[in-house]
Structure formats: C-alpha cells, structure tokens
C-alpha cells in the first residue's frame, strides 16, 4: 500500500456571520448602540432585575417584559486571569495575554454579566472589586460595545 498525500488547498474567506439575537438581546443591543446604556429586565412578580436580559424569570417563570436601567459600576463576583491565546471576534484578531475576565454585578441587577476586565495581574483582582464599564466610541450593538471594565476606587 502506498500513502497518498492529501491536496491542501488554502482559501482565505472573508465571511460576515449574523445571528438572531431574539426580541429581548435585540433591545438590549439597540439600546446599549444608540444611547449608551446597559438595560436589563425585571420580574413582575418577585423582583429580581436580570442581565443579561431573558424572556422569563426562573423562579417565577413569567414573562419578563419590564426594562430597567441599570449602572455602568459594579462588583466582581469571580473573576480568572486567562493565559492562552485565542481569536477574539469582538477584536478581530488573537486577543494578548494575560487578560482578566469576571462575573460582575452591576449595580442595581441581581445576576451577573461576564466580561473582560481592564486589569490583567491577578495578584491585583479580588472579589468585592469595584469595576466601571468602558464603552466602545463607535459602538455597533452588540456586547464588544462594553470594551472592558476598568478598576474604580
């Protein structure tokens, strides 16, 4: 038997993906894109204040259709620093290490959003740290529009 060698044959794709956000994201995008702010949604019935937004509460399992602003600051629940590479498609390029990311409670919701921090020394990130939304100057509606959450005294 022979080794047949396999034919490579490279391609570069410039490719432009599009998801359906669903009527709830597609609001919170909307908004965060045209006026800067961070949106969540509130239960009717036991109030708690959901970010990143859902159609129902899990408690509660009701509609969610009451929209709340909540604060740029907030508190990092958890939070890593991450020494791998990967490509980020928020940056279009392989995102540089090490970099922080988190769990953060914005003030005034009562789940947290994910994210990436400012601070990328993990000696220097605690929990109970408080942290602020940076936003993107051209913003395009969707989550890359938070750039990072920088450290607050």
């Given at each position: 038997?022979?080794?047949?060698?396999?034919?490579?044959?490279?391609?570069?794709?410039?490719?432009?993906?599009?998801?359906?956000?669903?009527?709830?994201?597609?609001?919170?995008f909307?908004?965060?894109?045209?006026?800067?702010?961070?949106?969540?949604?509130?239960?009717?019935?036991?109030?708690?204040?959901?970010?990143?937004?859902?159609?129902?509460?899990?408690?509660?399992?009701?509609?969610?259709?009451e929209?709340?602003?909540?604060?740029?600051?907030?508190?990092?629940?958890?939070?890593?620093?991450?020494?791998?590479?990967?490509f980020?498609?928020?940056?279009?390029?392989?995102?540089?290490?090490?970099?922080?990311?988190?769990?953060?409670?914005?003030?005034?919701?009562?789940s947290?959003?994910?994210?990436?921090?400012?601070?990328?020394?993990?000696?220097?990130?605690?929990?109970?740290?408080?942290?602020?939304?940076v936003f993107?100057?051209?913003?395009?509606?969707n989550?890359?529009?938070?750039?990072?959450?920088?450290?607050?005294?």
């Amino acid at each position: 038997m022979s080794k047949e060698e396999l034919l490579r044959i490279p391609i570069k794709m410039d490719l432009e993906y599009r998801y359906p956000t669903g009527k709830h994201f597609t609001h919170f995008f909307r908004v965060l894109k045209e006026e800067g702010k961070i949106m969540a949604l509130k239960c009717p019935k036991c109030g708690y204040v959901f970010l990143p937004p859902r159609p129902a509460c899990g408690e509660c399992h009701v509609p969610l259709e009451e929209w709340v602003q909540v604060s740029d600051k907030g508190t990092v629940q958890a939070f890593t620093a991450i020494h791998f590479k990967f490509f980020d498609a928020n940056l279009g390029r392989v995102r540089p290490v090490p970099f922080g990311s988190a769990l953060i409670r914005l003030d005034g919701a009562d789940s947290s959003l994910n994210h990436y921090l400012e601070e990328n020394d993990v000696t220097k990130m605690h929990i109970g740290m408080r942290v602020q939304a940076v936003f993107r100057e051209n913003r395009q509606g969707n989550i890359g529009d938070i750039l990072y959450f920088r450290t607050i005294r």
